[in-house]
């Protein structure tokens, strides 16, 4: 439903050029949730904002359903935005106006009669759980109270779409939760497609049903969030994802002196991935059986995306040369993926 | 009451009608001059802010003739630009002196400084909030009515309260070119006669109304923020 068709994006101010985008080109699909994610600095915002143009691609267009976005003139895309809510890290509300007018604002300029608005607005601030403060300022509420009453802001001139822009970076986890599980109610029950930037990879996994990975600019891959996380093919993917992950930060100790990883005696690490209902350690408990190779734990985590867990292992297998090479093959055989680290 | 006055401003009573006179006239200054020079400083700052390079509707020819000019004239000092301005009275109102030909002046001596300030203002106002109505649709006009000045009124208040004093000041000196007011009374008979009480007189009305419309600002700033 939304398409990007490359896109590239360069700011230029004065004598220097940044490429803040380069010939990116994806889709997000209807009803799903879709994340952008990548470094601070990777063009995430730039890419989100050529989307609804308030940022004009320097080259490539933007289709939503069957209309050339790039392709109409400011007062006909002014009308198509209007079908495209958007949400922001610091929430954007006004201060002067009260939650009740924050929500009418998109709707007033509809030409809807007074008490129908009324209503709706009432409508949209009980889907998102604040009808009581209706006649307060943004000033009394909470962070997540206020991103509430943007969302309800977006959603007011009932969009086919919802742009979030770090939409919970600057709020606590507990009440990123509560957000993100507002987003997912919201994705199913209205069923709009709601596009995710973010640099926080909780996120991603816990909402979206695709996702792209920005890097300087580029897209550097791009799938279900399953696969994104179990297999992961691009160099820099993969190295986003161990940065932001407590992979990452067990990666760091190899070159530490007198770390677990610091081994001289000619064993190897490994690091397994496994997918699905195969669990580590009967996976270690049987290599032993059948192949007396000893599995030393040194890392081990698992992750559920959307519901489905996702097991990380580092082991350090000792025993016969032989045998772990056989008892390496048996676990590749039983669909983990396996990497040798060291 | 009578006896009091009497007393204390000896030469009031024959001054009485002529002090009054004096005052309508800085009134009328200050409402018709201060009323078309507020409008036009929200303009000329509205437009500096739309069309710089970062506004929403760049357009850098505007944007540097308004700039230039603000720059010009605020450096005329009032004094001169009342003399320089007379020919251009003359077109616009028909006449370079006289409480009619204090207009143009005023408003020339007060439009820059107060376009400064309200580009000040706008200028501090969260971009956040003008992205997010332009990514609801709202068109550059919309903009500016419901973001940029509806969110900046206690700010605008507060600059138009600073700018309302210097402008008062400058209503005095432009009864140098005959517009009468306050500031021609208060160099008649408190300067050249030497009365002090007349001065005193002075002093205290242009406190009293300085004081009034700040005491409506403060109370429109409190109503305003949130
Ligand atoms: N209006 C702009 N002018 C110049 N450079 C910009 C502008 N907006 C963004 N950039 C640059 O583009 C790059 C990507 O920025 P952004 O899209 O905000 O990244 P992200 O949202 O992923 O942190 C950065 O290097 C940033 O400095
Ligand atoms: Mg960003």
Redesign the pocket.
């Known amino acids: 439903m939304i398409r990007l068709d490359h896109i590239t994006?360069t700011?230029?101010?004065g004598r220097?050029t940044?490429?803040?985008?380069k010939d990116v080109s994806l889709e997000v699909r209807d009803g799903e949730i879709f994340g952008i994610i990548?470094?601070?600095?990777?063009?995430?915002?730039?890419?989100?904002?050529c989307i609804n143009l308030l940022?004009r691609p320097t080259a490539g267009k933007v289709f939503l359903d069957d209309t050339e976005l790039t392709a109409l003139d400011d007062a006909a895309l002014r009308k198509v935005r209007q079908g495209m809510g958007m949400i922001f890290q610091h929430f954007n509300l006004m201060p002067s106006r009260t939650v009740f007018e924050n929500v009418d604002l998109p709707l007033k300029r509809t030409g809807m009669p007074k008490d129908q608005r009324r209503e709706k607005i009432m409508e949209l601030l009980e889907m998102v759980g604040l009808s009581d403060k209706s006649q307060a300022y943004p000033s009394e509420l909470s962070g997540g109270q206020k991103q509430r009453v943007a969302i309800a802001r977006a959603l007011s001139c009932d969009p086919k779409v919802l742009l979030c822009?770090?939409a919970t970076s600057a709020l606590d986890p507990q009440t990123t939760q509560q957000i993100l599980k507002l987003l997912k109610e919201l994705n199913a029950k209205l069923k709009i497609s709601i596009v995710v930037?973010t640099?926080q990879m909780s996120v991603v996994k816990a909402i979206c049903d695709r996702a792209a990975v920005?890097e300087q600019?580029r897209v550097t891959e791009c799938g279900s969030v399953y696969d994104l996380f179990a297999d992961p093919r691009d160099e820099s993917t993969r190295h986003f994802l161990e940065m932001a992950s407590n992979v990452g930060s067990f990666l760091e100790t190899f070159d530490v002196p007198g770390s677990l990883a610091d081994l001289h005696d000619g064993t190897h690490i490994w690091f397994l991935v496994y997918t699905g209902e195969s669990t580590g350690e009967a996976l270690m408990s049987r290599i032993y059986q059948l192949f007396k190779v000893e599995a030393n734990i040194l890392y081990g985590d698992i992750d559920y995306i959307k519901g489905r867990p996702l097991g990380k292992l580092a082991v350090n297998l000792r025993g016969d040369p032989a045998d772990v090479e056989k008892a390496v093959q048996y676990i590749k055989d039983q669909g983990v993926k396996t990497e040798m680290l060291k | 009451m009578t006896d009091f006055i009497n007393t204390i401003m000896p030469n009031f009573e024959p001054l009485k009608g002529e002090f009054w006179e004096c005052f309508v006239q800085t009134l009328i200054m200050i409402g018709v001059s201060g009323t078309i020079a507020w409008f036009l400083g929200v303009a000329l700052g509205v437009t500096l802010v739309l069309t710089r390079k970062?506004g929403i509707t760049p357009h850098p020819l505007i944007f540097t003739c308004c700039d230039r000019s603000i720059d010009v004239i605020r450096s005329v000092p009032f004094i001169i630009l009342m003399v320089l301005l007379i020919p251009l009275s003359r077109l616009i109102v028909g006449t370079g002196s006289g409480l009619a030909g204090s207009f143009v002046a005023l408003v020339f001596g007060t439009v820059p400084f107060f376009a400064r300030q309200i580009e000040q203002v706008l200028s501090d106002l969260d971009p956040g909030l003008v992205e997010a109505a332009q990514a609801m649709g709202f068109s550059p006009r919309e903009i500016v009515f419901s973001v940029y000045l509806k969110e900046s009124i206690p700010a605008i208040t507060r600059v138009t309260m600073i700018t309302f004093v210097s402008f008062v000041g400058i209503t005095a000196i432009a009864g140098a070119i005959g517009a009468g007011g306050l500031g021609d009374f208060a160099i008649r008979y408190g300067y050249q006669m030497g009365y002090r009480d007349m001065i005193w007189l002075t002093v205290a009305v242009i406190l009293i109304m300085i004081s009034i419309f700040q005491f409506f600002g403060n109370l429109l700033i409190k109503k305003t923020t949130h």
Request: proline letters at 0%; glycine letters at 14%.
């Open positions: 994006k700011f230029t101010d220097r940044v490429h803040a985008v990548g470094f601070s600095g990777a063009g995430k915002s730039t890419l989100v904002r940022e822009d770090e930037i640099h920005m600019g | 970062t």
